[in-house]
């Protein structure tokens, strides 16, 4: 029984040091964010992570024009782009996010027919925020993505 609460006592007391060290990923908690350098096409497009315990646990990725108006916002620009790319800003960012949070930054990111400058830019950014979030340097990156 001494045993049983020794061995207790010892993850009890080593839990938070394991944690405390940024996770398997080596990433530490916070915000982080990489932006486009420029403009393109009027947008300049982003990534925010959230990291908490050493995981990401939310991303955002996506572009805003001058004025701060979202990418994904804008109804007359989805209703083009489908029909001439057949996919559009709020499929493509969510499902570029959705495959960094799944990975936690180790995986490779597919790329969606009609969305694949988008995605150069996406794993440009996903590669600098990453970065960032190692070093736990939460000031904004900002990253050339010309292609």
Not at 34 to 63: D, H, M, R
Not at 72 to 93: C, I, K, R, V
Request: aromatic share 10%; net charge negative; glycine share 10%.
């Amino acid at each position: 029984m001494k045993r049983i609460l020794v061995i207790l006592m010892s993850l009890l007391l080593t839990a938070p040091l394991l944690t405390s060290c940024g996770g398997q990923t080596g990433l530490q908690d916070g915000y982080y964010t990489a932006q486009a350098s420029e403009y393109n096409f009027g947008w300049k497009e982003y990534i925010t992570i959230l990291v908490k315990g050493g995981s990401i646990i939310s991303v955002e990725y996506n572009a805003e024009n001058a004025s701060g108006f979202i990418k994904s916002w804008d109804n007359a620009y989805m209703q083009t782009m489908l029909h001439t790319n057949g996919t559009y800003p709020n499929e493509y960012t969510r499902y570029y996010a959705s495959q960094l949070l799944e990975g936690q930054g180790e995986g490779s990111i597919d790329a969606i027919t009609g969305a694949s400058s988008s995605h150069g830019t996406f794993q440009a950014l996903a590669q600098a925020v990453l970065e960032q979030a190692r070093r736990g340097d939460s000031s904004i990156v900002l990253v050339d993505t010309a292609h």
